[in-house]
Structures are given as structure tokens and as C-alpha cells.
């Protein structure tokens, strides 16, 4: 992760999450080369700031996945049905503190995130209660869930200040892997690095910085992308034009 992190002012997990927590938001996702990554920090604003966590600003996350036997989870995002949902383990590994998340489609495309802490020694295993009541479903019409793809990647965190008052998250990840959970086989996202904007209706500074430099948002969704990457059998339409240009080898 870029040397550059070290110039933003820091910020503690517990005023970022009062002041950008943005739960139900719009995420805007960017793939840029790597190599591009200082010259995007060396622009951003002087009152830009890091999430620092006792002087560490870059951590390792990993994300184990669920879904039913028949992928229902990926086929409602390949097909981009309006009803869908996702589920997974997230897993802060410097910190050994997971949480067990389920993300929904609000009005407008938003993405809204319920979330609650999990024991970390069980990350594979996926809270039905805790689906079944943020989706409204009795616990016992909740089809089985099982683990599909483990991702893992380093992340910064930026906390970025609104002019209207209304602040925003940008994240930028690097070395992003993706393992198939049943066979152990491993894709990569060489020599790239996902920027991740979350903010409500309004695009960031940071969407505009990238706007200008000639960035364009992409679809990329580490669960739907990666399981497509991992088999080529599966129907991937929202995602084929990061697949056919990025990971197009082994397709």
C-alpha cells in the first residue's frame, strides 16, 4: 500500500463510523492499475483523512460468502433481480474481530447493510437467525447456506468531508484474491486496485477526481465477479466487461 497514506491527517474507527457510517448508501466501484494509486492520493484534498488504528492504516480483510446449494444468491446478481441479497463473514484480520453481514437493494439502488459481531472461530458458519430477521423470513423458510468463495485483500479507508456537510468513504484495495471455498482453486486480481466510493446520492470529491483523470465507474462485485472468474460456466452478463478485459485468461 502507497507510502502516501502517511500524509493524510488520521482518523479513529469510532468518529469514521459516526460521521460516514452510511449504512444505506451508493457504492461507486473503479478498477485502476496499481501503479496509478499514489497519483490518485497525491491529489486528494489536504482535509482528506485515513482510518488509523494505532498507527497501522492499511489492513487485511477477508470475506467468506454463502449462498444455497443452487447459487441463488449469484444467480439474483447475474440476473440483476430487484429482490436480492447477500451474505457473508467479514473477518478484520489484524484486529481477530469478525461480523456476520447481510446486504440488501434499497429505493434507488442503494445498498443497505445489516450487520452484527460473530465469534471468529466461526467465520464459515452463516447466522440464520439473523438472516431470517433482517429478510423478514421465518428462520425455517430460509433455504441451507454454505460457503462459496473466501476473498481476502488489503484495504485503506479514506474519510472524506462533504462541502454540504454530508461526508463520504472512499477505500482502496490491492491484492485481491479470490479462493472457491469447495476446491481451493485461487484467482488473483493482478497488478489492479479497486477504489470503492460510498456516499449517498451525491458523488464524492473523490468520484470527481477520478471523473477528471478518466475513470469510470465499473460493475464489480468481489462475490459475483469472483465466483464468475473461478468458473466460466456461469452466467456473469453484469459483469463480463471487467471479466473479458481483466481476467480474461482461464475463461
Not at 469514521?16 to 485502476?32: F, N, P, W
Not at 482535509?47 to 489492513?59: A, P
Not at 433481480?81 to 489484524?94: G, N
Not at 477504489?195 to 468520484?207: F, Q, R
Request: hydrophobic share 35%; proline share 6%.
Amino acid at each position: 500500500m502507497s507510502p502516501l497514506l502517511q500524509r493524510f491527517t488520521p482518523v479513529g474507527l469510532a468518529e469514521l463510523q459516526e460521521r460516514a457510517s452510511l449504512q444505506t448508501r451508493v457504492d461507486r466501484k473503479y478498477l485502476l492499475p496499481a501503479d496509478e494509486v499514489d497519483a490518485l492520493l497525491a491529489a486528494l484534498r489536504d482535509d482528506v483523512r485515513v482510518l488509523d488504528i494505532e498507527g497501522e492504516r492499511r489492513f487485511r480483510y477477508e470475506s467468506v460468502y454463502f449462498d444455497t446449494p443452487g447459487l441463488d444468491c449469484y444467480l439474483a446478481a447475474a440476473h440483476r433481480r430487484r429482490r436480492r441479497f447477500k451474505v457473508r463473514t467479514r473477518t478484520y484480520v489484524d484486529a481477530a474481530q469478525c461480523w456476520f453481514e447481510v446486504k440488501t437493494r434499497g429505493p434507488r439502488g442503494t445498498t443497505v447493510k445489516s450487520r452484527v459481531p460473530h465469534g471468529l472461530d466461526e467465520r464459515w458458519v452463516p447466522s440464520l437467525a439473523f438472516t431470517a430477521e433482517t429478510l423478514d423470513t421465518p428462520a425455517g423458510a430460509l433455504p441451507d447456506l454454505a460457503p462459496t468463495l473466501v476473498s481476502a485483500y488489503d484495504r485503506a479507508t479514506l474519510h472524506v468531508p462533504g462541502d454540504d456537510g454530508r461526508d463520504s468513504r472512499a477505500t482502496v484495495d490491492t491484492r485481491l484474491r479470490w479462493t472457491d471455498a469447495a476446491t481451493g482453486r485461487i484467482r488473483d486480481l493482478a497488478g489492479l486496485a479497486v477504489v470503492e466510493t460510498k456516499t449517498g446520492a451525491t458523488p464524492s470529491d473523490v468520484d470527481r477526481l477520478l471523473w477528471r483523470r478518466g475513470h469510470r465507474p465499473v460493475r464489480l462485485s468481489k462475490y459475483g465477479t469472483g465466483m464468475a472468474a473461478l468458473d466460466p460456466h456461469l452466467p456473469a452478463t453484469p459483469w463480463r466487461r471487467v471479466l473479458d478485459r481483466h481476467l480474461g485468461a482461464g475463461r
